[in-house]
């Protein structure tokens, strides 16, 4: 928010030759977070084509910041481009989420069947102990905010890469690193956590662990999994209501 500066009849006050880059910066991230948010929301439908027009209109500013944010918004994955058309909401099926988070579960699975058959080093026990005792800690949170929600998705991110890492098949990690660079499914999935949700997740991660340490191969390798299936099937039923109900569409899309 940019609060207004009190004039004075003694006093000229220079404004830095900076700022106004600064707010400018600071209005195109308001201007994507506002986009952001209503696309996560299914606001607009999958193909709806967005207008600059319609939407500098609605947000009360320039067509400049709308470009910078539709172009932001198509590198995560949520719109697309068309040439001769502009940007359009990327569709995105509950199958397409399924079908990935298969293919993730088996691969988490084998990663933790292979540390658990070949061990854990010193070295990733206590980073994978590190990240479980800071996990313990945030369980006191009263509620889930954005704060809580940064915190979880860094050490759960840890977590996984951890595993991943000890491991050691690179051809493996290689697999992960594609099945989870889709940037929508990265915003979703910490949309409809909550403590509790947190704190299974939380319990699943300990159980790895301790399967792993224990040498228990089978068990290693299907809590991984499950783990990664259940994450997926919170996504998709959420993505499927979204799918389901009318989208509520706050500008209209001119005529092509």
């Known amino acids: 928010m940019i609060l207004p500066v009190a004039k004075s009849s003694r006093r000229i006050s220079f404004r830095h030759p900076t700022s106004g880059l600064h707010i400018m910066a600071t209005r195109g991230v308001s201007v994507t977070n506002k986009l952001r948010e209503a696309l996560l929301e299914g606001e607009y439908a999958g193909g709806t084509r967005l207008n600059e027009v319609d939407l500098a209109d609605s947000l009360a500013v320039s067509r400049t910041p709308i470009r910078a944010a539709l172009s932001t918004l198509a590198a995560e994955g949520l719109l697309e481009y068309r040439p001769n058309s502009g940007y359009a909401v990327k569709t995105f099926a509950a199958k397409d989420i399924e079908g990935i988070y298969a293919v993730r579960a088996n691969l988490e699975g084998l990663g933790a069947r292979i ?33 809580v929600a940064d915190e979880w ?76 299936y259940r994450s997926g099937q919170r996504i998709i039923e959420h993505w499927r209501k979204m799918d389901t109900r009318k989208p509520v569409v706050t500008t209209k899309a001119r005529a092509a």
């Open 115 to 147: 540390v658990a058959q070949q061990g854990l080093s010193d070295v990733h026990r206590g980073l994978l102990h590190k990240v479980l005792m800071d996990s313990e800690d945030l369980q006191t949170a009263p509620d889930w905010n954005e704060e």
């Open 153 to 228: 998705r860094d050490l759960n991110d840890r977590f996984h890469n951890t595993l991943i890492e000890a491991s050691g098949n690179s051809h493996l990690a290689m697999m992960l690193r594609k099945s989870r660079a889709i940037p929508l499914l990265n915003q979703l999935k910490f949309r409809w956590f909550d403590v509790a949700t947190m704190a299974r997740a939380h319990d699943d991660h300990s159980q790895i662990f301790a399967a792993i340490t224990g040498g228990q191969v089978v068990r290693a390798e299907s809590i991984a999994a499950e783990h990664v």
